[in-house]
């Protein structure tokens, strides 16, 4: 079946036609630079591109675009916060990967905004097909950061498999938009949040997230896409390092009652149960 679109409705300052098809046409552009390089990701899975009207949002608010696998605990998150949606979309089980795009990406008139963001979702589809669990693992370790550390984000974004999708987007985003352009446009979006953390700031209090907007555009800035990166690797060095804490944290977790454990607490077990049940079924089930 391959690829499918859904667009919630959230035009509202433009003909919704004129945004559904400059969307479409980015998503094309990307499957096709990817297939360009020998991965036909229509191939390989059925994916769902998701527009939504943010209300995921409300609980991640800087959040531009992720990857729901049909494997993780964020599934049934996003099936409990769009019933609605859903219930227009025909076969929607038959997707195992469904790529949310948020309501700045999909209202956005820059190309290469949206290009980088879709390209950096389809990245981890081609992390999750090649190597095993490493969603899952992700998922944990971001909830787990999250619990831990004050810029969850900041460190989350440096790990491994944030870094590779990352450094995928740019580099998919010279072959679509040119180099020079999309150099041009991280110049541009750093200078933007840097004059708005020095002016607008101090008045609104930080409410903008200017500062987390410019590292995240500094952090894509700095990737080098000429080095090399080998994935698998740094993942599992990383991995090797937090799982010792992570287990630990499990094991406290699960000795507090259960209606005394924090939201981000029941989070994080919830996540890492997933993971032990995934390794169990698909090492019992090869
Ligand atoms: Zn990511």
């Known amino acids: 079946m391959g690829v499918q679109f859904h667009f919630c409705e959230l035009y509202n300052n433009f003909p919704l036609d004129q945004k559904v098809s400059l969307n479409k046409s980015c998503v094309k552009k990307v499957i096709a630079a990817f297939e360009k390089e020998g991965i036909n990701l229509k191939e390989y899975e059925n994916i769902l591109f998701f527009f939504s009207d943010n209300k995921r949002s409300l609980r991640y608010p800087d959040e531009l675009g992720s990857l729901i696998s049909k494997t993780?605990?964020?599934y049934k998150d996003f099936q409990n916060?769009?019933?609605d949606e859903i219930k227009k979309i025909k076969n929607f089980s038959s997707f195992e990967y469904v790529i949310y795009l948020s309501k700045r990406v999909g209202e956005s008139d820059c190309e290469i905004f949206k290009i980088l963001t879709i390209s950096h979702e389809c990245q981890h589809i081609i992390q999750d097909l090649k190597i095993r669990n490493i969603i899952l693992k992700a998922i944990v370790l971001k909830k787990y950061l999250k619990l831990k550390c004050r810029f969850s984000n900041e460190v989350y974004r440096n790990l491994?498999?944030?870094?590779?999708?990352f450094r995928e987007s740019k580099r998919i985003s010279f072959i679509i938009c040119s180099?020079?352009?999309v150099e041009n446009f991280l110049d541009k979006k750093i200078k933007c949040y840097k004059n708005r953390l020095i002016y607008t700031s101090p008045s609104s209090n930080g409410i903008n997230n200017e500062a987390s907007n410019l590292t995240y555009w500094?952090?894509?800035k700095a990737i080098n896409?000429?080095?090399?990166?080998?994935l698998d690797r740094e993942f599992e060095?990383?991995?090797?390092?937090?799982?010792?804490?992570?287990?630990?944290?499990?094991?406290r977790i699960s000795r507090i009652q259960t209606n005394e454990r924090k939201e981000s607490e029941k989070d994080f077990l919830e996540?890492?149960?997933?993971?032990c049940q995934t390794k169990y079924i698909k090492i019992d089930g090869s």
């Open 271 to 275: 996540a890492y149960k997933f993971l």
């Open 179 to 181: 180099r020079e352009n």
């Open 81 to 83: 916060n769009y019933t």
């Open 218 to 220: 500094e952090h894509i």
């Open 225 to 230: 896409i000429e080095e090399l990166f080998d």
């Open 72 to 74: 993780s605990p964020e």
């Open 160 to 165: 491994p498999s944030e870094y590779d999708a």
């Open 237 to 251: 060095k990383i991995w090797a390092i937090y799982e010792k804490d992570i287990k630990k944290e499990i094991s």
